[in-house]
């Protein structure tokens, strides 16, 4: 018996990741925000340190701009959270040699280590909590989360473009 969403296995099915996707979030923001707050971090800064280490584990630095453009952010509170995470002593700037206008961001080494002794355990835990699946049902739930993250950014970004042409 087919319904408007397609049959009901499947809807039901879509439903649950749906939620379970949801619950996901809230409860890593609240870790989150737990951790940022016992390190006098806001939001913004810790998102701004997760995009940071996340381009140097790809050995690609990530440059101011880019940084705002991840973050939602416009250049002058870009700068502002930027001057706040160095001063903390969490991130550096480094100019281009080639380009001076060209500023790009890397974690200080006493932040890695700071957020390692923070997240490792959840890492530990999390994989304690899947040791009972099977690698394909692992490498399945990744690319569904993949897809379902491209599925908020793409409505992410509707909604700023949406946003700016609204006079």
């Known amino acids: 018996m087919e319904t408007r969403g397609g049959p009901p296995r499947r809807t039901e099915a ?3 990741v749906r939620r379970a996707l949801q619950t996901n979030t809230v409860e890593n923001d609240v870790f989150v925000d737990a951790f940022a ?3 006098g971090l806001g939001r913004s800064d810790l998102n701004a ?6 381009t140097a584990e790809a050995d690609r630095p990530l440059t101011a701009g880019e940084l705002a453009g991840k973050l939602g952010l416009g250049a002058p509170a870009t700068t502002s959270l930027i001057d706040r995470l160095e ?5 550096e700037r480094t100019r281009d040699p080639r380009d001076r206008r060209r500023v790009t961001l890397a974690m200080r080494p006493t932040a890695l280590e700071m957020a390692r002794g923070f997240f ?10 899947v040791a009972d699946l099977s690698t ?3 490498l399945i ?6 897809r379902m993250t491209g599925a ?3 409505e992410r970004e509707a909604a700023r473009r949406d946003a700016v042409e609204r006079p």
Do not use: T
Request: no cysteine; hydrophobic share 55%.
């Open 14 to 16: 879509l439903d649950q």
């Open 37 to 39: 707050r016992s390190h």
């Open 49 to 54: 340190i997760m995009w940071i280490a996340v």
């Open 87 to 91: 001063a903390a002593g969490h991130v």
């Open 120 to 129: 490792q355990p959840l890492g530990r835990r999390m994989a304690e909590a």
């Open 136 to 138: 394909e049902d692992l």
């Open 141 to 146: 739930a990744a690319e569904v989360i993949r």
């Open 152 to 154: 908020v950014v793409a």
